[in-house]
């Protein structure tokens, strides 16, 4: 019988890339089911040869730079390491916060498995256009793991950063590369990064549901600058471009798309406090 501790302990104690994408059981998803084990905040993932991560990353190419098929596989690499990272981090929530609510457990394990493909679709196309996914790659997710585990409650912070920012900028990130990549003529490129935006949707959604619910605010803007920790503001929570029918699509109130929408990029200052 497959055990939910042991699957995620495999996703982040894996070497290789398939150990990491190697989708969870079904059984584990069974709405009756219950797994009972002691939390677990596990350290930065195991990683073999060609995954390692160090700090910083060098700058992506500039969109005009996308008629190089080098410029595509590079972003497509960062693309790729930034869902295994994500695959990485809800294992990690997961095994570190084993008494949240069943049905919450259930819809970030589901999350996790479409991550992974996510992930085996941009290292298909860049296997496609020829290039390779070796490191060091960036640990621009991980390096904020200890921000959210040292929150007053781990889960709610998780919920803010991961799903209400990292995801939410990703629905104007998305967007953008996609129609970059479809004016270069790499429709395939732009298909995939497509369907990782309408998956986001849905993960920004499933964020906001639950922070809700697990902070009883009425307000999802309240409920947000009550519990992201910093230095996730709000104006973390968008890209260059800022798109507005992806975020009412997922949910977001016109009070909470309108922040963003206007909010300044710049951190808060160190001494402010949520």
């Known amino acids: 019988m497959a055990n939910l501790e042991t699957y995620l302990l495999s996703v982040l104690e894996a ?7 190697e989708r ?3 059984e584990l998803l069974k709405s009756d089911r219950t797994d009972t084990y002691q939390p677990l905040w596990h350290p930065k993932p195991v990683r073999g040869e060609g995954l390692e991560m160090a700090s910083g990353a060098a700058r992506l190419p500039k969109l005009h730079q ?23 981090l809800f294992a990690w929530i997961l095994l570190g916060l084993p008494d949240m609510p069943r049905q919450l457990q259930r819809a970030l394990l ?19 256009l020829g290039g390779s ?17 040292s929150a007053a409650n781990p889960l709610t912070a998780f919920l803010s950063v991961m799903g209400m920012t990292l995801e939410q900028a990703n629905l104007d990130f998305t967007l953008m590369y996609r129609d970059a990549f ?17 998956d986001e949707i849905r993960h920004v959604r499933l964020a906001r549901r639950w922070l809700l619910e697990q902070t009883g605010h009425s307000s999802d803007l309240n409920a947000f600058e009550a519990e992201a920790p ?3 503001t709000l104006g973390r929570a968008k890209g260059r471009r800022f798109h507005t029918e992806p975020r009412y699509a997922a949910g977001l109130s016109t009070e909470f798309v309108d922040a963003v929408k206007y909010a300044r990029k710049k951190p808060k200052p160190a001494t402010q406090t949520n």
């Open 15 to 21: 070497e290789t890339l398939a150990g990491k994408l």
């Open 182 to 198: 479809e004016n270069v003529g790499d429709s395939e490129s732009a298909r995939i990064i497509q369907r990782v935006h309408d």
């Open 110 to 128: 589901v999350t996790l498995s479409e991550e992974q493909l996510h992930c085996e679709l941009y290292l298909e196309r860049i296997k496609e």
């Open 230 to 232: 910093f230095p996730f």
């Open 66 to 88: 996308l008629e190089s098929v080098e410029a595509r596989i590079s972003c497509l690499a960062r693309f790729a390491h930034h869902e295994l990272q994500a695959v990485e």
């Open 24 to 26: 969870p059981p079904a």
């Open 133 to 149: 996914f070796d490191g060091p790659h960036s640990d621009y997710f991980w390096k904020h793991a200890e921000v959210i585990r």
